[in-house]
């Protein structure tokens, strides 16, 4: 159940719920500028590298070198699939530090507590920062325009797609829990090659995921999936 344990602990789960919030606020203005897959894996390389950064730092971590052998192959994987000329570097460094950190201060928040009443508490720092936003009226026009615009066929995708992600990203806390943040956080690179697959395979029926792949792009991101396997193979062997 939630249950309060001090005014520390509140204040570390506060500020992981919070950290992932504004970083999907980054990562959202680096799709803005690109297409997705650019923007998720440029985010997803940096999130990688600051999570194992952080988790030495705080979490005291160590990973073995098959580990970080198949952490490295899913980051190469990750930045193959991800390359663009489009420079987003700013949303994607901001974003993956945030993310990273928000990942390891939630594992901080699983080791001292049961799984429920840490994701409770987090989540009151990720929807303290979300309402704090409204109070700018310039978010309050942002978001309250775009659902005004968008169809009612377009506002029933995105309400069910805000429940796969909160499946999703419930799935990726247990994940969390039970194993080595670093290595959990790697294995989304899984996500980014799932991403550009359904991106080449639904391209087609709908231009939004679209991509320009041309003779130079395409082997190099299908080379980035074949690394990504290459990674989870050594991980699981």
Not at 153 to 178: D, P, Q, R
Not at 196 to 219: C, E, H, M, S, Y
């Amino acid at each position: 159940g939630v249950f309060w344990i001090s005014w520390s602990y509140f204040l570390i789960a506060f500020l992981s719920g919070a950290a992932f919030f504004l970083a999907l606020i980054f990562l959202y203005r680096g799709v803005q500028k690109t297409d997705i897959t650019v923007a998720s894996t440029k985010v997803g390389s940096l999130s990688i590298i600051f999570t194992y950064f952080f988790s030495v730092l705080i979490l005291k971590d160590q990973v073995s070198f098959s580990g970080l052998l198949a952490i490295g192959l899913m980051l190469l994987g990750i930045s193959f699939i991800g390359t663009a000329a489009e420079n987003i570097w700013r949303e994607s460094f901001v974003a993956g530090a945030v993310f990273g950190i928000s990942l390891v201060l939630l594992k901080w928040l699983f080791g001292n507590s049961s799984f429920i009443n840490s994701f409770f508490w987090s989540r009151i720092g990720l929807v303290g920062l979300a309402l704090a936003m409204l109070i700018f009226s310039r978010a309050r026009k942002e978001i309250f325009n775009s659902f005004k615009r968008s169809p009612n066929a377009s506002k029933f995708v995105f309400m069910f797609n805000k429940v796969i992600a909160g499946v999703g990203f419930l799935l990726v806390y247990l994940a969390v829990k039970l194993g080595n943040v670093s290595v959990v956080n790697a294995l989304l690179g899984v996500q980014f090659a799932l991403i550009l697959i359904l991106a080449l395979t639904l391209g087609r029926f709908f231009p939004a995921v679209a991509q320009d792949l041309n003779r130079k792009v395409l082997p190099r991101k299908l080379a980035g999936i074949g690394f990504v396997a290459l990674g989870l193979a050594v991980l699981f062997r």
